[in-house]
């Protein structure tokens, strides 16, 4: 069926390290993977997405890593600032031009000087 | 630009009652989409609508409803307001052919007594 979980609820690192967050998929059929941050008090806002046929992407300061073999996503912030304090979602597009994402439960990221 | 406006921000209704909450998509966007997230639930689809019509419904009862007029603004309805309706609404709205990347809104902060 369609779930999206993570492995942990609350990650606390240094400013400076780098961050994983981590997510498990059940939905092998999705299409999009992406990654939303949540800052308190505000909507979700987008960070990435990758396509279930690609098994890296970056941005700016962030990638995301698909391993489709254990059904498991993660994102990787470099250098994690305090403004990257927030809770992050994982979330799967089934496919086709739909706005229907499957959110998983969140992981909050709390970043200490 | 101006981003995702919902309205209102917060309002505190008691059961039985019915509410409409108000969403302006991004201007040019013409997708726009409901979430409910809640703290037990997390964030759960509740419809997409394009073009004046709804393309996908969540898993909600049908005391759930929307619409959304000619302009791309959307209404969403609950009607016989329950104690577990209690939640954030989230609008959010996409650019054509770019599904994944969902502005969000502030949200309308729903309480029932």
């Known amino acids: 069926g369609e779930s999206v979980g993570l492995h942990l609820p609350t990650l606390s690192v240094q400013e400076g390290d780098n961050s994983i967050i981590n997510c498990a998929y059940s939905?092998?059929?999705?299409?999009?993977f992406i990654w939303y941050k949540q800052e308190s008090g505000k909507g979700p806002q987008f960070i990435i997405d990758i396509r279930s046929n690609m098994d890296k992407r970056q941005g700016q300061r962030v990638t995301v890593l698909l391993n489709k073999t254990v059904k498991h996503l993660s994102l990787q912030i470099a250098a994690t600032q305090p403004g990257d304090s927030a809770v992050y979602f994982c979330?799967?597009?089934?496919?086709?031009?739909?706005?229907?994402?499957?959110f998983g439960t969140g992981t909050r990221l709390q970043v200490f000087p | 630009k101006a981003g995702v406006t919902q309205t209102p921000r917060y309002l505190i209704k008691t059961r039985g009652q019915q509410v409409t909450l108000s969403c302006s998509p991004i201007s040019g966007h013409r997708s726009v989409s409901w979430y409910q997230q809640t703290p037990g639930q997390g964030l759960q689809f509740l419809f997409e609508y394009f073009s004046e019509t709804q393309r996908n419904k969540g898993n909600f009862p049908g005391r759930f409803s929307g619409r959304q007029f000619s302009n791309s603004r959307s209404e969403m309805n609950v009607s016989t307001l329950e104690l577990g309706d209690s939640a954030l609404y989230l609008c959010?709205?996409?650019?054509?052919?770019?599904?994944?990347?969902?502005?969000f809104g502030a949200g309308s902060r729903l309480t029932v007594l």
């Open positions: 979330a799967e597009n089934i496919g086709g031009d739909t706005d229907k994402l499957i």
């Open positions: 959010a709205s996409s650019r054509w052919g770019e599904a994944n990347v969902l502005t």
């Open positions: 939905n092998s059929a999705s299409d999009y």
